[in-house]
């Protein structure tokens, strides 16, 4: 999700004409699997590389092995959304304040430091 399609919902809220109790879903302006994210990450930040699937439990070990090495990365918290469902509804949102997020497409300068 890009930022800026956030700022543009904040801003709608704000300018409504009466508030809204309640809230509003805000996803991103396609549903895609992590694999189809990553390969899009991928083909811009390091067009050479490609993706290899490990199996879960072999996955696992190796992120508790490298954390035990005091090396920092992906934690527990992300590997179990990685089979999770996080689709959300973006239909309220569109309706009440317009929102329109953009596709994901990724640009190989979001991924220099």
Same mark, same amino acid.
Not at 13 to 21: E, H, K, N, S, T
Not at 85 to 91: C, K, P
Not at 93 to 97: N, Q, V, W, Y
């Given at each position: 999700m890009h930022a800026g399609?956030?700022?543009?919902a904040v801003l709608a809220?704000?300018?409504?004409?009466?508030?809204?109790?309640g809230r509003y879903d805000l996803p991103g302006g396609e549903t895609l699997s992590y694999d189809e994210m /990553?390969?899009?990450v991928l083909a811009? #930040?390091?067009p050479r590389s490609r993706l290899v699937r490990v199996p879960g439990p072999l996955?696992?070990?190796g992120v508790r092995m490298l954390t035990m090495l005091g090396l920092r990365g992906a934690?527990?918290?992300l590997l179990a959304r990685l089979n999770r469902? /996080?689709?959300?509804?973006?239909?309220p #949102?569109?309706?009440?304040?317009g929102y329109a997020p953009r596709a994901f497409q990724p640009q190989a300068d979001m991924f220099r430091p």
């Open positions: 399609d956030l700022a543009a809220c704000l300018r409504a004409p009466a508030p809204r109790v /990553l390969r899009r811009v #930040a390091a996955f696992r070990a934690g527990e918290g469902d /996080l689709v959300f509804d973006a239909g #949102a569109e309706r009440d304040l």
